[in-house]
């Protein structure tokens, strides 16, 4: 059973920093492309930062120089550093693994 558990979002102000988790179990983030989204209210789920099983990395346009995406194998999780956030950054976050598997979301929200 494939499971992603998120966590670390919460309320920050403009300028600050978050670092979300996403904790593997069942598949390992060493050998599958893993990925984060977001999706704010009323928009559609959009993709946010990707990092390949050989360790290339993605970042959307809206998030490049600001965001940091990471992993730890011996943990099995993989991390989004986020700093510099606007509040055009609020947003449920998700990780994703092998395409079909998702988490349940961590909230984040930034204020001005």
């Known amino acids: 059973q494939v499971q992603l558990v998120e966590s670390g979002g919460g309320l920050v102000q403009a300028g600050g920093s978050l670092r979300l988790s996403c904790a593997a179990s069942?598949?390992?983030?060493?050998?599958?492309?893993m990925r984060w989204f977001r999706q704010a209210p009323g928009k559609e789920r959009e993709f946010v930062a990707r990092?390949?099983?050989?360790?290339?990395?993605y970042y959307a346009d809206s998030v490049k120089g600001r965001f940091t995406i990471s992993r730890d194998n011996a943990k099995n999780t993989v991390y989004l550093q986020m700093s510099s956030l606007k509040p055009e950054d609020t947003a449920v976050y998700y990780c994703?693994?092998?395409?079909?598997?998702w988490g349940q979301g961590t909230q984040v929200t930034v204020s001005s």
């Open positions: 990092i390949d099983r050989s360790g290339m990395i």
């Open positions: 069942g598949r390992s983030v060493s050998t599958y492309t």
């Open positions: 994703n693994i092998d395409v079909v598997y």
